[in-house]
């Protein structure tokens, strides 16, 4: 009794550790005595906007976001929800199905039920999934990943252009300035959108020609593969014909 005693104590005392508040003089929210100071520290934002601000490392998430921080490796990951990476060079964000680090700039990362997403919109993003392959991400594009298949790869999509229209509304739910700055920021990533148009069919192109590439190549295999059993067929009917008919 006495040790379940102590454990009730001990989970007690553990919740009350990692409770998420809100510090009264930013618009910071975090575990007390957790960033910083506890290693790894896990934690739910529970107020409609979290941000975080250490040097160049700058990062907002949305309310219901799990996050967990390990300051002494660097790594940020994102357990559920979605994390908007403001700034953060040198910064590791993982996910149970990959990881990226980039240099300057913004992206996002969205753990969704079955898949992550990964957002660029302005960095040099590097992906790279648990089956150690790697993938850069141009921007303004994305990718989403999957889980390992039984061939032991990371299921993934293709990169591709991102729906504006479709990220706005993450945007400016976590967008800390006016509208009017918004509509300004808007404006200009539209017109940084348009002239990816023609990158984009660049990329479609490369890949569409690595996959024709891909399919060439297999059925050089195969043709190589039906030609060596044509010739040991044609080898074991001559050794019969040798066999029974030369005597």
Known sequence: MKKFAHLLLFLAAFQVEVRVRASESTAVSFPENCIGKSIPCSFKVTEDKWSYEAGAIKLRAPMNTILTENSKTRDWTVVEGSLWVQNAPSVRVKTVSA????????????????????????????????????????????????????????????????????????????????????????????????????????????????????????????LEVQKKKDDDRRQLRERFHKRVFEY
């Open 99 to 222: 990881e990226v680090e980039a240099s300057s700039g913004q992206y996002w990362v969205f753990a969704e039920k079955n898949r992550t997403v990964f957002r660029n919109i302005s960095s040099k993003l590097v992906v790279t999934f648990k089956d150690q392959s790697k993938m850069e991400i141009p921007r303004g594009f994305e990718i989403w990943v999957g889980s390992v298949n039984s061939e032991a790869k990371v299921e993934h999509g293709m990169v591709e252009p991102i729906d504006l229209k479709q990220h706005l509304k993450s945007w400016f739910a976590l967008y800390p300035g006016t509208r009017q700055q918004f509509v300004s920021e808007v404006q200009d990533l539209k017109d940084q959108w348009a002239d990816l148009i023609e990158e984009s069919g660049d990329i479609y192109k490369k890949v569409a020609e690595r996959k024709m590439a891909a399919l060439d190549e297999e059925k050089r295999k195969q």
